[in-house]
C-alpha cells in the first residue's frame, strides 16, 4: 500500500533553514507528481510546492517562493523540502502528498516550529 513517511521537521529560530525528507514507498514513485502541503495553528492546509514527473517542473506558493526548493531523487524514491530564511510564519505541520488513481494519500506530517 502506499505509504508516505515525512522526516527533518523541528524548532528552528527565525531566518534559519530545515531539511524536510519524505519516504515514499507503494507505488511507482518516478511516475507521480508529489507535493508538499502545510496546515498552521488554525488554519487550513495549503499547497506549498509541488514537483512533476518525469522533468521535475517546480510550482511554489506566493509565500514561500525564493526561500524554499522542492526536489526528488527516485532513484531512492525521496521527496525533499529545503527551506532557507524561515520564519514564524511558516509554523505548521508538512504533509508529504500523492495524487494517485482519482485518491490523496498523506504522510503522517511533521512539525515544524520558527521562533521569532
Known amino acids: 500500500q502506499v505509504q508516505l513517511v515525512e522526516s527533518g521537521g523541528g524548532l528552528v529560530q527565525s531566518g534559519g533553514s530545515l531539511r524536510l525528507s519524505c519516504a515514499a514507498s507503494?507505488?511507482?514513485?518516478?511516475?507521480?507528481?508529489m507535493n508538499w502541503y502545510r496546515q498552521g495553528p488554525g488554519k487550513e492546509r495549503e499547497l506549498v510546492a509541488t514537483i512533476t514527473r518525469p522533468h521535475g517542473t517546480t510550482n511554489y506558493a506566493d509565500s514561500v517562493k525564493g526561500r524554499f526548493t522542492i526536489s526528488r531523487d527516485n532513484a531512492l524514491n525521496q521527496l525533499y523540502l529545503q527551506m532557507n530564511s524561515l520564519k514564524p510564519e511558516d509554523t505548521a505541520v508538512y504533509y508529504c502528498?500523492?495524487?494517485?488513481?482519482?485518491?490523496?494519500?498523506w504522510g503522517q506530517g511533521t512539525q515544524v516550529t520558527v521562533s521569532s
Open positions: 507503494g507505488f511507482t514513485f518516478s511516475a507521480y507528481t
Open positions: 502528498n500523492v495524487k494517485r488513481m482519482g485518491r490523496n494519500y
